[in-house]
């Protein structure tokens, strides 16, 4: 199941792989998330502005000041590419950028950024001319995380001076408000000659050229002058176009036109009551994000002796000199995608199917630092290490169990709740090589985790039958409890990483990772929780060096 080592290029420094030629070879795991993000379609989550303003900048001539323009390329294919530039600010050394860049935003991305400062001599508008004052590099996740992002300007030979560049990131999305309307009437004109009126109500919309254009109809109610419609919901684009001014057409005493004329007495042939009119403010990924809500990343291996003895080239925990095994391909390429949205970079590891020391009894829930009080590794590249580090001191074993660590990760999220805050959403990734044997205790804890700021992500390793695990993945029905009770929302995602043999680990990512912030969205939308405000989350958070 290995992947050839070529499908993986890049250099960088990313882990402890065995030789140090080895290392080179392996770091490129990195690398090789954003090196061909360009080539999948996805639909864009939302738009983001990016504002930009830079601090202390210099020009080569100390005795002028620089004419700066701010350039944003994107990688992609492992290229920079262009993507937009700034006007020029003559003669400036702190200068604050009316341009906007507008990005695509892509949860399940890595999209990675570069920010160039030029000076922009006044005879010349190009950039064969002008002086290179500075870059930064980031990821457009750690933007939209941290909503503020200030960092220094990187010369030449990525030496830092006295200049900085500050990059604030705004969500530019539609609008998903909806209206909640609830109607009634009284005392409806009889239409009916053997029976009583069968009613319906109908809501236009005024157009701009004053046309009409239907927005609802509700149901009929049979036989009944005095009706109460159901309550019904319509999204405010719907309803008036985002525009809360627009007139709407709905009559509210019913007036027939040709019995007025008939009858001197005439009032009404009834009247429509509004009962009920609530506008819901549906709040976005980005909403959440932005005002501080932190992906808590945990991960869970199988040790289990279907993945065969570590020390085999054949085993799926194989630590390959040169290129990397699934679950370290899998690890990296989800993990580095949730690193962004997680400020102090720590992230628990757990193992599920082995005999543990010093006793070597077995456990499927145990801690791959063998800290049990403090499980979390610093950064992505500390859980591989630990991965690593911990495969000699293992004995594989089994059953497949998984519902211990989806019961842990769960007490966690539950804890949260407590907060009754968007503050942390926790996404479990299970690494596992075969079918789970505890299939009930799984199903009743996925059902639980469903009420909690909770989702699980579930890739299967190796070449095993995994038709079994799709019923996990309620994409084709509704997964239930050995009770009966159905989950409250879907939040488990599975692949086979064989899918992806031939692919980027991008591909993988963005596979797995693509449902999230819809239900992050959900959750809290679905108790009513609204983001943090911004001044929270900035006296709050705690950021990692």
Known sequence: MSTPAEEWPGTGTSGTFGTEQGMKKMSNIYESAANTLGIFNSPC???????????????????????????????????????DRTEVIRTCIN???????????????????????????????????????????????????????????????NTAGKSSITVIAEELSGNDDYVELSFSARKLDDKDFFSKSDPFLEIFRVNDDATQQLVHRTEVVMNNL????????????????????????????????KYKAKKKN??????????????????????????????????????????????????????????????????????????????????????????????????????????E????????????????????????????????????????????????????????????????????????????????PMSVIIVGVGNADFSDMQMLDGDDGILRSPKGEPVLRDIVQFVPFRNFKHASPAALAKSVLAEVPNQVVDYYNGKGIKPKCVSEYESSRTLAP
Request: aromatic residues 10%; contains cysteine; charged residues 20%.
């Open 45 to 83: 989550l939302t738009k983001v502005e990016l504002r930009v303003t830079c601090k202390g900048i210099s020009d080569r001539d100390a005795l002028s000041k620089p004419d700066p323009c701010v350039i944003l390329k994107m990688q992609s294919h492992g290229q920079w590419f262009e993507v």
């Open 95 to 157: 200068p604050v950028f009316s341009k906007l860049f507008t990005v695509d935003f892509y949860f399940e991305e890595v999209q990675r950024l570069r920010f160039e400062v030029h000076d922009i001599s006044s005879n010349h508008n190009g950039l064969k001319e002008a002086d290179f004052l500075g870059g930064m590099e980031c990821t457009l996740g750690q933007i939209v995380s941290q909503r503020k992002l200030s960092k220094s300007l990187l010369k030449h030979g």
């Open 226 to 257: 005095n009706p109460a419609w159901k309550t019904f919901k319509v999204s405010v684009n719907s309803l008036c176009s985002g525009d809360q001014d627009r007139r709407l057409k709905v009559q509210w005493e019913c007036i027939n036109p």
């Open 266 to 371: 005439y009032k009404n042939s009834g009247i429509v009551i509004l009962n009920q009119c609530k506008i819901h403010k549906m709040h976005s990924f980005l909403d959440y994000i932005m005002g501080g809500c932190q992906i808590q990343f945990t991960v869970a291996i199988d040790f289990t002796a279907s993945n065969g003895d570590p020390r085999n080239s054949c085993s799926l925990h194989y630590i390959h000199p040169y290129q990397p095994n699934e679950y370290l391909k899998a690890l990296v390429a989800v993990g580095e995608i949730c690193q962004d949205y997680d400020s102090d970079k720590m992230f628990p590891a757990f193992g599920f199917g082995a005999r543990i020391p010093p006793e070597y009894k077995v456990s499927h829930d145990f801690a791959i630092n063998f800290n």
């Open 373 to 452: 009080d403090n499980p979390e590794c610093a950064g992505i590249q500390g859980v591989v290490e630990a991965y690593q580090s911990c495969l000699p001191k293992l004995q594989l074993y089994g059953p497949t169990n998984i519902a211990p660590i989806i019961q842990k990760v769960a007490k966690s999220a539950s804890e949260e709740t407590n907060t009754k805050e968007a503050s942390q959403y926790f996404i479990l990734l299970i690494l596992t090589d075969g079918v789970i044997t505890d299939m009930a205790d799984t199903r009743e804890a996925i059902v639980h985790a469903s009420h909690l």
